[in-house]
Every structure is written in structure tokens, then in C-alpha cells.
């Protein structure tokens, strides 16, 4: 009959075991505040979910059918109707801001308000709307940031405005709105006899928008403004 051999365990097995118990004793002494944590953190995923679902899509629906008459006053220029509403049923941009300025609706209406106010010349208080608006995507924002540039430069802040107008054609990406950005920041460095950074951005118009509208005689502008750099 083979002798049978006692084991010690080594210290790496001893660890884990100590580990063990300690996870247990640990376990064992604050599983109440563990189960509280835990429920907490149920409710508290249940209660994001649940308004998310019963109260903001409702809302940002709401919202979407509540605005769709301002777009269609936007889009045939009654700016002050698409800004103030009709008394009828239609609240206007400011009336939807106040309504539902949290959804995504709301903070499209912010844009809105801030075009209508520059086309209305209210440059001011087109800024402060404009300005509050957050969202970065590819289409309203670089459009939001070009109209902020106008704003300042309705105001006699041309500095302000040509650095605003640069970051909307860089935000736009776009052979469309782009060299329409850099064309205007060429013109604010003009009137800032600025005649070098001009012909920088008529030549990134030329090289990289070539097939732009605004390329088509840009070459005018470049030889005008490299006539005036002494």
C-alpha cells in the first residue's frame, strides 16, 4: 500500500486564500451597504430610463411639432413671424426656446433665433443666441459660426469676425461652404490691411476649392490684395 504524502500548500496558494477570506469577511460585514449601493445604482438607471422614455422623447416630439411652422416662416424670410410666432399657433423660435430649450429641438431654435435676429439687424442679440448654441455637427454649426463672424463684423469687430469666419470653413469641411468663409476672411484681412494673410487664404480658395464658385475669379482678388503688401 503506497504511503500517502502530506502537502503543504506553497505561499502563492496560501495568498490567494487569504484573499478569499478576507473577500468574505469584507462581504460578510458590509453586505447591507453593499445591496443598498446596488439598489441604488437600479434606481437610479430605471429612473434615467424611465424619463427618458415617458418624458424628454415625448417632449423633444413635442417640441419638433411645435417648431415646424417657424422653419417654414425661416425659409421664406418672415423673420420677425418665424422669431416671435403669428398670436395664432405658433409660438415662435424665443416661445419654443422657453417651451423646450432642453431638447435637441430647443437648442436648434436657438440658431434659428439668432439668424432671424441678424437679418433683422439686431446684431447683439443675435450673438447671444447664436453663441448659446453648443452643438457641434457638420451642417448648422459651421453656418452658426460664419453668421457669428458677420455679427462681429456688423459691429466694427472685424478682428472678432475674420477669426470666426476661419473656423466656420474649417468646420465645414466643405467645397460648398468653405471657400465662401475664407472668401469673406480674406476680405475682413483686406480692410484690416492685413494684405498678406488676404492673399493666404484667396491662394487656399485657389488650391484647394478650385472648382468653387468662389475660385472662378479669385485670381483677382489675390492680384489685388499682392498689389498692397509693400
Known amino acids: 500500500m503506497a504511503k500517502k504524502v502530506k502537502t503543504t500548500p506553497t505561499q502563492a496558494e496560501a495568498n490567494v486564500g487569504e484573499i478569499f477570506s478576507r473577500s468574505e469577511r469584507f462581504i460578510e460585514t458590509y453586505k447591507n451597504h453593499i445591496m443598498i449601493g446596488i439598489g441604488a445604482i437600479i434606481f437610479i438607471v430605471v429612473a434615467v430610463l424611465g424619463i427618458r422614455q415617458y418624458y424628454l422623447l415625448p417632449k423633444e416630439a413635442e417640441a419638433r411639432e411645435t417648431i415646424f411652422p417657424g422653419e417654414n416662416y425661416l425659409a421664406s424670410q418672415q423673420w420677425d413671424l418665424a422669431l416671435n410666432g403669428d398670436s ?4 415662435g423660435f424665443l416661445g419654443v426656446i422657453d417651451d423646450y430649450g432642453f431638447t435637441k429641438t430647443g437648442k436648434l431654435a436657438k440658431a434659428y433665433a439668432g439668424i432671424c435676429y441678424y437679418h433683422l439687424g439686431q446684431y447683439d442679440e443675435a450673438l447671444e443666441y447664436l453663441e448659446s448654441y453648443s ?20 459691429t466694427n469687430n472685424v478682428e472678432k469676425g475674420v477669426k470666426y469666419f476661419r473656423e466656420a470653413a474649417s468646420k465645414a469641411e466643405s467645397q460648398y461652404l468653405s ?41 483677382k482678388y489675390i492680384n489685388r490684395a499682392s498689389a498692397q503688401i509693400k
Open 179 to 219: 471657400p465662401v468663409y475664407l472668401k469673406k476672411a480674406g476680405l475682413a484681412y483686406e480692410s484690416l490691411s492685413d494684405f498678406k494673410k488676404a492673399v493666404e487664404v484667396y491662394n487656399t480658395i485657389k488650391d484647394k476649392y478650385a472648382n468653387s464658385l468662389e475660385a472662378a475669379d479669385i485670381d
Open 135 to 154: 452643438v457641434d455637427d457638420k451642417i448648422i454649426s459651421p453656418v452658426v459660426t460664419g453668421l457669428i463672424g458677420d455679427c462681429y463684423v456688423n
Open 88 to 91: 395664432v399657433t405658433y409660438i
